[in-house]
């Protein structure tokens, strides 16, 4: 029993090492699209009624028990070889596969190309740690294997298979609490923390003081005021989408037409937006009113193309003939908020 558990754990190896391969950007795009390839209208049926992120929930959740089992089972004495081929031969057959296949769909056209990344990842993070603990618990396998007089493990040799274990914990949780929140959760996650570094730009700008001998004081400081002036509703963006776009809107940015799209299109625009502003700035530093005024009219097209796209609720669609839809309390602040923007934007219009 011994030597078998010594070859199922090698064969384990081997199957992370090909999963992890799997989940590769690039091989998991090959492999969506040959399964949509060969999809018949079955598998279609059972695959639009297959809930991805539940599956991926519930199978690092498992991965996470059958570690917890593995690992006290490879510390105690005696080391019982049928025991780990029990939850070796579990985890093979069935967790792991379910992870697998649960990442596999998790796909860029229905979940974002952005949430397809970070799922991956993450997943692969999972199988690189579960791979250590795997590798350890090899290792004892074949001393215990070698060894005729058996010997308790020391307080060290059972701490390395606990960190390890500790650390598949960790990933697997991870992975629980991204598919916990879902895309929209993911999205809104990411907008605060692009908000955050926004604020942050825009604290230094105000604490940023030119020095009142520099030939080109008075320049400068026109230039902090107008850039402050510009800046403030390009931060009132962000809180304005978690709340109203992001919070609380659940599945609908994926039910509806164009929904994913234009999830994309706000990652991609005011995902910008922080470095823009830190390019503008530092142009400001340098008394480059012109780079800095570039910049700047780059930040303005992304924050209005995304306020733009946003304007009506997910699920309402622009009325016929030029007619403005009704909306909800975020259309009349866009409405609004454009107007602002056409405004301050005027000082940099002839720059």
């Not at 539940?54 to 028990?65: F, T």
């Not at 709340?243 to 005011?270: D, H, T």
Request: hydrophobic content about 40%.
């Amino acid at each position: 029993m011994a030597t078998q558990l010594t070859t199922l754990l090698a064969t384990t190896l081997t199957l992370l090492n090909q999963f992890q391969e799997t989940l590769t950007p690039t091989s998991a795009s090959a492999t969506q699209s040959q399964a949509k390839a060969n999809t018949t209208t079955e598998t279609e049926k059972a695959n639009q009624d297959a809930k991805p992120l539940a599956l991926l929930s519930a199978s690092s959740s498992a991965l996470k028990a059958q570690v917890t089992k593995l690992s006290l089972l490879s510390i105690t004495t005696p080391f019982t070889p049928s025991a780990i081929t029990t939850v070796l031969r579990a985890v093979n057959e069935s967790v792991l596969p379910s992870l697998i296949t649960a990442s596999l769909l998790v796909t860029p056209a229905e979940y974002t190309k952005a949430f397809h990344l970070e799922i991956l990842t993450l997943s692969r993070t999972v199988l690189a740690e579960f791979a250590a603990v795997v590798g350890i618990v090899k290792d004892i396998a074949e001393k215990d294997l070698s060894e005729k007089d058996k010997k308790d493990m020391s307080k060290a040799e059972k701490d390395v298979v606990t960190v390890a274990a500790g650390r598949v914990w960790d990933a697997c949780d991870v992975v629980t609490n991204t598919a916990g929140k879902g895309v929209v959760g993911f999205v809104m996650h990411r907008v605060e923390q692009w908000r955050d570094l926004i604020r942050d730009a825009v604290e230094e700008i105000e604490e940023w003081d030119p020095e009142e001998g520099d030939d080109f004081f008075d320049d400068l400081m026109g230039g902090k005021k107008s850039t402050l002036r510009f800046l403030k509703p390009i931060s009132q963006i962000y809180p304005a989408v978690i709340n109203n776009r992001l919070k609380n809107a659940g599945e609908i940015p994926l039910s509806v037409k164009g929904g994913v799209a234009k999830l994309e299109a706000l990652m991609l625009k005011l995902g910008r937006v922080p470095d823009l502003v830190d390019e503008a700035a530092g142009a400001l530093y340098e008394d480059d009113a012109e780079r800095s005024v570039e910049f700047l009219k780059d930040i303005r097209r992304n924050a209005t193309e995304t306020v733009t796209s946003l304007e009506l609720p997910w699920d309402e669609k622009k009325e016929a003939n030029g007619v403005q839809a009704a909306g909800d309390k975020f259309t009349v602040w866009s409405r609004t908020w454009l107007k602002v923007m056409e405004e301050v934007g005027k000082s940099i219009e002839t720059a």
